[in-house]
Structure formats: C-alpha cells, structure tokens
C-alpha cells in the first residue's frame, strides 16, 4: 500500500518526483452541460381570459409574429437580424 519509491541514490533526487500534469485537451474536458433548447414560442403569449397579449415586442421588420429577443442591452430579431441597442435607462 505504501509504497516509497526512493531507491535512487542521492544522486538524483529530483528526478524521482518528476510527475508530469498533463493539460486536459479540449477532448477530455467535460463539456458544458447546458444544451440550447428551442424557443419556447407559447412563453411569450399571455393568456387572460379571452385575450391574448403578447410579452415581447414585435419586429418592426417582420411584423407581427416575429418576437424580439430581450437582452440587457439589446433587442434583437433572430430572424431578420433586427437589433436595437438600449442605452442602460430609455430616454424617451
Ligand atoms: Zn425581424
């Protein structure tokens, strides 16, 4: 169990503990468990009662039906590539 590798002479000492940590590769790695899941297009309609509202904005290139994505800073559209860069407070 216990085993003591130290049947090297004084003369090299160094060179027993020469245990090389090799760097994973990305191979080895693990690789991130989040999985990109498609939009769950029912979550950003609202249903109260009889009317439906709807969460995000529209595009204003696509029109209705086409949701932007709400992002910190940014809106974006996936589909046409829409994007509106929001400053941190709306100064309207
Ligand atoms: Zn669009």
Redesign the pocket.
């Known amino acids: 169990m216990a085993k003591k590798e130290e049947a090297a002479p004084a003369a090299a000492p160094a060179e027993v503990k020469k245990e090389k940590k090799e760097k994973k590769s990305q191979k080895e790695r693990p690789h991130s468990k989040k999985k990109h899941t498609k939009v769950k297009i029912w979550k950003l309609y609202d249903v109260k009662g009889s009317t439906l509202t709807r969460k995000n904005e529209p ?4 029109g209705q039906g ?1 949701f932007l994505a709400k992002y910190k800073t940014r809106k974006y ?1 996936g ?4 994007s509106q860069i929001s400053s941190s407070k709306s100064a309207e």
């Open positions: 595009c204003p290139r696509c086409t559209c589909k046409c590539g829409w």
